[in-house]
């Protein structure tokens, strides 16, 4: 140990003279750089005893010669670091905190002198021009010097990060971790282009570096998949600079890193990093980026191959264990492989696959080489969390959870049959079907749930205490007797528990319809009923199993039992398909009647005896007996048709012949029952027609209204249910009701014919102020439908909604008193920002007729000093996303915009903080005075106050975000002006006076604020501002 720290104590102290230069050396040498780096060169030559073999005349050449000599030093570090012992943890490190500072800079003006100046001028020679005429070679014979140079540097450098070579390990030095770390990007940038070049760019002084390829490669297979596609992601930003075979070769390994495990993880580790891993606000635009990134098929992979790899790796993020963002961008992909829209080209391929990863754990029995992603539970929290994070589409929900809505059926029942399962994983599965039963199509859901109660066949489950759910072959124990004495059967019928399900039947009868009632649709327990009925009509009459008889009977009486009155999920709600079934029982009852001879026969039971197993029911005295009741075989249906009508018209007070002419049909139908010998016949069918007449007769005076298309919901009733929607406690329920709501106030082309859109004025200030609260919601769902909304209503109802949206966001301010606007009044006005952004991009160039509304307001906003700074700035920023979407709003504006953002610069600007001696003296200033008794902030503490403070509500106008909206404000004004000169239009906006005051106000701000990035930006608005100037020159 001691005799390695000797061997690195003379090199680092050689390549020291690279970067300083001796002491009392002249000052005026350190001014410039030439000078400088010349004389450092010269003393690390002469520490070294090596002669310069070239002389050095220029600035690039004595910045290359030091990237030289600096690679040259670390190789030499390098070769005594591999010979330190790194396992031994009780060994000190040879290399302190300066002296890693000083490799760290020797590896940096490696890249910084030696590869970037060199490589950008190769570029040049790479580039092929706009028309495609064909390449332009630029100083070919000075090139052939600067590419073996590039060639030799990284080469060198792959050789230190592989001492052993492309097929040994990479070196564990901190000269090798540095080289990844940090210059990932510059190696990429080299080892690419260099080692990917095609032939027809590849020339004799130029030559592909073949060489360079395995240790690129080796590379990208070796570090972790962040890193590398963060790396190629920075050189693909490069843009049009990029030669096109650096951008083929660079697209092409991101999708090798893609395709690695953990490379879907890795794209997001890279993109988002660690400011938006622990927030769930991702912005749209950013979603669609990584989700075209992962659904772009490889040129020469097959579809089928790549989703078969990468959709199980985005279903991976589905999990709690990832931040949110990733669970948001895993959900949104997987939701474009599955819209509706169909706008993704291999739908057809993927979506197998998702549904295959999502389904297959609830539908076949596990095997001991499953992993765990292949267990239900695995399968079911992937859904509640991919459901939870997707757009609210109907259709997606319904295509995702119908294909396993009986095993879910029989995973719930299974659940609720158990009283040590985990609540909270019966209320998921609850919570799935019932968000799957209130929005699927209603056809959907009634062959759904009737598949189930005519063929549903139990599964069998297992859960254990972490939660694990596994699909089992039979059943684990049989279900003991239960002794039920008087006292349990009491209580049990008043709770509506009574287990009456004494035959096992599947599904359970009361289990069911208590998961029917809770679905809350109307509609879809309509037609069940119906068609219980229907099946228990046909199994008694045609013969058919008694025991499946006897499940439709018990059904039946648990709908009645629990799904009749005035709730949203009776089976009274949709009366029309009760009445064709009232009537179809009434005229088989009516036909049965003509055809079968009035004869005594045996009185209807349930129970499935044979009728001819006693013969002495043959000979029952009260056959005989001319004054019995005969009861038919239909007698029982026939009384039930009837109840069922009774209770139609009790609920449906409107209903009547005139609505419904159906009526005039079960009326005649009724009059033959009336004169029936049975007494439960008679009273109730006289008792349906004295009300139908009674009906009828009420509404005959009245004046028939205009008709209405029974196939096509009004807006009021979508408007009706939208609201009914938006109270339910079910995020993609609630969204669904604002889903539907911004379809009722979008505007539909006239070629659509019929339309549902909203046009009674009086529901416009309700629909708004619904969206309005949608946008204050933490939901980011929620939000982005109250946005959308929005924008929507602007679009149908135009300046109108407009000029609410921007007196919500404006108004008021001028009778605020300072610093006492509210976080609450904060919060709504800056989201209203957000909707109006919104509105403004999607205006585009049909802005100009909003400008005199939009433009004012928001150049007033930002003008008063006593509101937050928050909201000024997002007044700005709206200014410049209107200047984006149409300069020429902004045309008359320009002057007054630009006048107003060099004042706020001039007065907002901030200086370099003050000295600590300045500090000090008011600091004994501030402790003579008197404390303030209403506690406001003393001077000192304003004075360290740290620009960027977190304080949204504070109006302190010098925080440095409010000074770089307005810098990026006036350079979107001086480039969409010299755009709009250069269209043609004769404009000047800009007077020489305050042409010649902005270079004053700019240059003062980019050498005096305390923000750095103020600095910069006021740099380059004076510089954009210059080019102005040199482009009118030239006109």
């Not at 940096?108 to 332009?136: A, C, H, I, Q, Y």
């Not at 990584?290 to 078969?308: C, D």
């Not at 539909?748 to 946008?775: E, H, R, Y």
């Not at 921007?806 to 009778?815: F, H, I, M, R």
Request: proline content about 6%.
């Amino acid at each position: 140990m001691p005799d390695l720290r000797d061997a690195l104590i003379p090199l680092l102290e050689s390549s020291s003279h690279l970067l300083e230069s001796k002491k009392g050396e002249d000052a005026s040498a350190a001014s410039n750089l030439q000078s400088l780096l010349q004389e450092r060169l010269q003393n690390y030559y002469s520490h070294e005893g090596i002669e310069p073999t070239v002389s050095i005349s220029s600035l690039q050449g004595s910045q290359l010669a030091t990237a030289k000599e600096a690679l040259s030093a670390l190789e030499r570090i390098e070769k005594v670091l591999l010979l330190d012992d790194t396992t031994d943890a009780t060994q000190k490190p040879l290399l302190g905190t300066r002296d890693l500072a000083q490799i760290r800079t020797l590896i940096s003006l490696v890249f910084k002198w030696g590869t970037e100046p060199l490589l950008k001028s190769m570029n040049d020679t790479w580039k092929v021009d706009v028309k495609g005429k064909g390449r332009r070679i630029i100083e070919a014979d000075v090139e052939d010097e600067s590419y073996a140079t590039v060639s030799n540097i990284v080469t060198r450098v792959m050789t230190i990060l592989f001492p052993q070579g492309v097929k040994g390990n990479m070196s564990p030095t901190v000269i090798s971790s540095t080289l990844t770390n940090r210059h990932l990007v510059d190696i990429l940038r080299c080892s690419i282009p260099l080692g990917w070049l095609p032939p027809s760019l590849s020339t004799p002084a130029m030559p592909t570096i073949d060489h360079l390829r395995p240790f690129t490669m080796r590379l990208l297979s070796t570090l972790s998949p962040a890193m590398l596609i963060s790396a190629l992601g920075s050189i693909l930003s490069d843009g049009h600079n990029l030669p096109m075979h650096v951008r083929k070769a660079a697209s092409s390994f991101i999708t090798q890193q893609l395709l690695r495990p953990g490379g879907v993880l890795g794209l997001c580790e890279s993109v988002f990093g660690e400011e938006e891993t622990s927030g769930d606000a991702v912005k749209l635009e950013k979603l669609e980026q990584i989700s075209r990134t992962l659904v772009s098929v490889p040129t020469r992979m097959a579809p089928q191959e790549y989703f078969g790899v990468i959709v199980p790796r985005i279903i991976q993020l589905l999990s709690e264990r990832v931040p949110a963002s990733y669970r948001k961008i895993a959900a949104f992909t997987l939701s474009q492989m599955l819209g509706s829209q169909k706008t993704f080209q291999y739908q057809d391929v993927a979506a197998p696959f998702v549904y295959s990863t999502l389904h297959l754990p609830f539908l076949r029995l596990p095997t001991p080489e499953d992993k765990p992603q292949a267990l239900p539970s695995t399968a079911l929290s992937n859904l509640l969390i991919l459901i939870a994070n997707c757009d609210p589409s109907p259709e997606l929900i319904s295509n995702l959870l119908s294909p396993i809505i009986a095993p879910l059926y029989s995973l719930f029942f299974y659940l609720s049959s158990q009283k040590t399962t985990d609540p909270r994983l019966k209320e998921s599965v609850q919570g799935l079907l019932v968000t799957w039963g209130k929005i699927v199509d209603p056809s959907r859901a009634v062959d759904l749930l009737w598949a189930l109660i005519q063929e549903g066949r139990e599964q069998y489950w297992s859960a254990s205490l972490d939660g694990t759910i596994r699909l089992i072959p039979e059943p684990q124990e049989t279900r003991p007797l239960d002794l039920l004495t008087p006292d349990d059967l009491k209580q049990a019928e008043e709770q509506n528990s009574l287990d009456a399900n004494i035959f096992d039947l599947y599904p359970d009868p009361g289990h069911l319809v208590r998961f029917l009632k809770l679905l809350d649709r109307g509609d879809v327990v309509s037609e069940l009923f119906i068609k219980v009925l229907d099946a228990y009509q046909q199994s008694k009459t045609s013969g058919g199993d008694p025991m499946k008889s006897l499940h439709y009977l018990q059904i039946f009486m648990q709908m009645q039992l629990q799904l009749l009155g005035e709730s949203s999920s009776s089976i009274l709600r949709k009366p029309d398909q009760l009445l064709s079934f009232i009537k179809q029982v009434l005229e088989s009852a009516s036909v049965s009647e003509k055809e079968t001879p009035t004869s005594p026969v045996n009185r209807l039971d349930i129970n499935t005896e044979d009728k001819d197993s006693d013969d002495e029911d043959e000979y029952d005295s009260d056959d005989d007996d001319p004054t019995s009741e005969v009861i038919k075989p239909d007698d029982e249906m026939v009384e039930t048709a009837i109840n069922l009508l009774l209770s139609v018209l009790e609920m449906h007070e409107t209903l009547s012949a005139r609505t419904a002419p159906i009526l005039n049909d079960i009326f005649s139908l009724l009059e033959p029952i009336t004169y029936r010998e049975s007494s439960a016949l008679r009273p109730i069918a006289r008792e349906a027609r004295m009300v139908i007449t009674a009906r009828s007769a009420s509404t005959s005076t009245t004046t028939p209204g205009k008709a209405r298309d029974a196939e096509e919901e009004s807006a009021q009733e979508i408007y009706q249910k939208s609201l009914k929607l938006l109270q339910d406690p079910i995020l993609p329920v609630r969204a669904h009701g604002l889903l539907l709501l911004r379809q009722l106030v979008t505007p539909k082309p006239k070629s659509a014919g019929k339309s549902t859109t909203v046009t009674d004025p009086a529901l416009i200030p309700a629909i708004l102020s619904i969206f309005l609260q949608s946008i204050q919601d933490e939901d980011s769902y929620i939000f982005l439908n109250g946005v959308q909304g929005l924008a929507a209503m602007v679009d149908g109802f135009g300046k109108d909604v407009l000029r609410g949206l921007v007196k919500d966001y404006s108004g008021g301010l001028e009778t605020m008193p300072a610093d006492s606007m509210s976080q609450q009044d904060l919060d709504v006005r800056i989201r209203i920002g957000e909707a109006l952004s919104t509105v403004i991009v999607r205006c585009g160039p049909t802005l100009g007729k909003f400008g005199d509304i939009l433009i004012p307001a928001l150049f007033s906003v930002f003008r008063f000093r006593g509101i937050p700074v928050t909201l000024r700035t997002s007044s700005l920023s709206l200014l410049a996303d209107a200047l984006g979407a149409y300069p020429l709003v902004m045309l008359p504006y320009t002057e007054d915009l630009a006048q107003g953002m060099i004042d706020l610069l001039q007065v907002e600007s901030r200086p370099t903080p003050l000295m600590p001696k300045a500090k000090e003296a008011l600091k004994s200033e501030e402790e003579t005075k008197p404390q303030d008794a209403t506690g406001d902030e003393s001077i000192l503490e304003e004075v360290e106050k740290q620009a960027g403070d977190n304080d949204h509500l504070t109006a302190n106008s010098k925080y440095p975000p409010l000074r770089r909206a307005a810098l990026h404000l006036l350079a979107l004004l001086i480039r969409s002006t010299a755009q709009a000169i250069e269209d043609g239009h004769q404009i000047m906006p800009f007077s020489v006076a305050f042409v010649k005051r902005a270079h004053l106000t700019l240059g003062y701000i980019s050498g005096t604020d305390e923000d750095s990035v103020v600095r910069v930006m006021a740099r380059e608005v004076n510089e954009e501002l210059s080019s102005f100037e040199s482009y009118l020159v030239g006109l």
